[in-house]
């Protein structure tokens, strides 16, 4: 395996830290400090005599940009770590044990991702980098004070990534806090194994493990819970998105609450609830045997991602919000629906939403969360 160091300096000269790992058969993972982010996944084509060019060709499966500028402001938090918190938080607020707790919004009235200072555009320390004989792992960590967008307690966070030679991602999260404080995170890398952003990805077949999916607002807040069967939030064969997209159950009444929630999201943007065993059935955030989540597959390239868990849930956004903000190399831009995330988290809104479920972080009980990806 390789590995490769770099920093970059901004205009204002702050220094962030590039990390390109490449295994023996040429799958590239590419980490930057900034927001301890997925800057780019790849697989890459050695030359005649079996070493990777510095130039060679690259064939990317998840959505970058080559400016580093871009994950200072990115909006739509491509390949980033998502902390202190994962989704939305309706109406900005929480009760922790009696107090009730405001918090910073940052669309609308709610809070989406931790709030106006969470960590997915600031720049982490680079905790260390260690390299095995067939494995490369590399900490992040991040610090947040008491009552930064409202969250009480003063929080260590820490993303730790290891990239095997056969081609497993694991990401580790570990947060500490010295308050009881509200803890989800996540990553929000998108993916089209295609390999080309420049039109739709939802011809790619996606299987989903569960039985269950959060119905939400029009404000995107999860408001029921509905079973996927005979909807078009059924994965659980496989299919393709495009395929699902277009599927009307015979019912009318759920035909017309599926198809609203198509329409809020532009396509989906719901969290399914991960099938469990009994022994492991749980929303809460505590450790637990990690699961098959899902399996993407590109009916185009062949290459595939099985991803596991031990998060409750899956949010699947298929990007109907992505826009032309990401410009590419070829000369083309990102576009509508060009690549979909899987984020493995907390039931969203989970402080109102199922508030019986609803878990804190203690000094007692730190945060820990794992999230193990097999590209192929």
């Not at 909006?75 to 918090?103: D, H, K, V």
């Not at 960590?119 to 982490?124: A, D, E, G, P, Q």
């Not at 990102?334 to 988290?345: D, G, K, V």
Request: with cysteine.
């Amino acid at each position: 395996m390789q590995l490769s160091d770099k920093i970059f300096t901004f205009d204002d000269g702050q220094f962030s830290r590039f990390f390109d790992i490449i295994t023996s058969s040429g799958l590239k993972l590419s980490l930057f400090s900034i927001g301890a982010s997925i800057q780019k996944i790849a697989f890459i084509q050695m030359d005649a005599s079996g070493n990777y060019p510095k130039n060679g060709l690259e064939f990317p499966i998840t959505l970058s940009s080559s400016d580093p500028e871009f994950y200072r402001v990115c909006p739509c938090y491509a390949g980033a770590t998502l902390a202190p918190n994962a989704g939305r938080i309706s109406t900005s607020s929480m009760r922790i044990g009696q107090e009730l707790i405001s918090l910073s919004p940052n669309e609308g009235p709610h809070q989406l991702h931790g709030g106006p200072h969470n960590l997915s555009r600031m720049n982490w320390d680079t905790e260390f980098v260690h390299q095995d004989y067939d494995s490369i792992s590399i900490g992040f960590s991040s610090f947040l004070a008491d009552n930064v967008d409202g969250y009480p307690g003063n929080r260590t966070f820490h993303t730790v990534y290891t990239l095997d030679d056969s081609g497993w991602l694991t990401i580790r999260y570990h947060a500490v806090t010295d308050r009881p404080t509200y803890i989800n995170m996540s990553n929000h890398t998108y993916w089209n194994l295609s390999g080309d952003f420049s039109k739709s990805a939802l011809n790619q077949k996606l299987t989903i493990f569960a039985n269950n999916v959060c119905l939400n607002t029009e404000e995107h807040i999860p408001e029921s819970i509905l079973s996927v069967t005979r909807t078009p939030f059924d994965f659980r064969k496989g299919a393709s998105l495009q395929s699902r997209l277009e599927f009307l159950p015979r019912d009318e009444a759920l035909r017309a609450a599926c198809r609203r929630q198509i329409s809020i999201a532009r396509g989906y943007n719901h969290a399914f609830i991960l099938n469990r065993n009994q022994e492991s059935r749980s929303f809460r955030s505590f450790p637990r045997p990690v699961s098959k989540a899902c399996v993407l597959e590109s009916p185009d390239s062949g290459h595939s991602i099985t991803l596991y868990t031990d998060a409750p849930t899956l949010v699947l956004y298929s990007g109907g919000f992505l826009d032309s903000s990401m410009q590419f190399p070829n000369g083309s831009s990102s576009c509508s629906s060009c690549a979909i995330a899987l984020e493995a988290q907390d039931l969203p809104d989970s402080p109102h939403f199922l508030a019986n479920h609803f878990m804190l972080t203690t000094p007692e009980h730190p945060f820990e969360r794992m999230i193990r990806i097999q590209i192929r």
